[in-house]
């Protein structure tokens, strides 16, 4: 018996990445997927984003594993085609157990600039927001929601030296702490259905995202052009173990935690995968 058997799970972003991490380990402990993604790139984004292909890749490796699967594209920041998405899983699967909202990106430098401020809000808050909402008159108690935060949400009250400079970072930033805020809320307010809600906070991860122009733009400032190699040497100090980045399977594991039954008391946690990046910015407090 896998630690989530006869689950069925929703996770958005599912293309690649964290996103398809998440989908084979939980397929790999014996839950079945329903994977969506807008498998499309957006203007203000600077890096690509999943394609229906990597999409079919997840499919692969979630058959791989003996598990069914149900992928469809569709937009985060569209409510009522999510919940097309949604329903057409669990009218194949039976149900759903497991919320995994996802789908996120990084519109560093992106143009307009506000423009890229909007993508990121709509995206990594509105799209978190959504895939719960439509979610919930699916869920019963045991239910578990799991939303990927990130270690900028805990970077709050950093001087800025230049506001307004690079207004897509920002509103990923800004988006990530207001989910945060968002997760906490609909802890408490579940918790008496025993339905439970948590955020996962990773640091670097190794994908398309930390991965890109735009990051190694922000890692390496005083280069007009820098490149992944001399990114590479900067990327520890967003970290307090010495190591570049995490690997999306470590966030993985702990989403399989969180989904499982095994986390049945575990609510309105903010749990961060992020190599003690945490401990760079703040002393303890209870």
């Known amino acids: 018996m896998g630690r989530v058997e006869g689950k069925v799970a929703f996770i958005t972003g599912a293309a690649r990445g964290q996103g398809r991490s998440h989908a084979v380990r939980l397929a790999e402990e014996g839950a079945d997927i329903i994977a969506v993604d807008l498998c499309g ?67 560093m430098g992106g143009r307009p600039p506000m423009q890229a401020w909007a993508d990121a809000v709509d995206t990594d808050l509105v799209g978190v927001i959504n895939a719960v909402h439509v979610s919930l008159p699916h869920l019963t108690e045991g239910g578990s929601i799991i939303a990927t935060g990130s270690a900028a949400a805990f970077m709050v009250g950093m001087q800025i030296a230049e506001p307004g400079r690079d207004p897509g970072g920002a509103g990923y930033q800004y988006a990530k702490v207001a989910l945060s805020h968002f997760v906490h809320e609909l802890a408490r307010n579940l918790a008496p259905r025993q339905i439970r809600a948590n955020v996962v906070h990773p640091t670097n991860c190794n994908t398309g995202m930390l991965n890109s122009d735009p990051m190694y733009k922000a890692f390496r400032p005083d280069l007009e052009n820098p490149t992944r190699e001399d990114a590479l040497p900067a990327f520890p100090a967003q970290q307090a173990m010495p190591i570049p980045y995490i690997e999306p399977v470590d966030v993985s594991h702990a989403v399989v935690y969180l989904a499982s039954d095994e986390s049945r008391y575990v609510t309105g946690l903010q749990l961060r995968v992020d190599a003690g990046s945490y401990l760079k910015f703040h002393d303890f407090h209870a």
């Not at 999943?50 to 594993?65: H, S």
């Not at 409510?79 to 996802?102: C, K, S, T, Y």
Request: proline content about 4%; hydrophobic content about 45%.
């Open 41 to 107: 790139d957006l203007a203000t984004n600077l890096y690509p984003l999943g394609t229906p292909e990597d999409l079919r890749e997840t499919v692969r490796l979630v058959e791989e594993q003996g598990r069914r699967i149900v992928a469809v594209q569709a937009d985060v920041r569209e409510r009522a085609r999510l919940a097309a998405a949604l329903e057409q899983g669990i009218a194949e699967l039976g149900g759903l157990d497991v919320v995994v909202a996802n789908a996120g990106i990084s519109p």
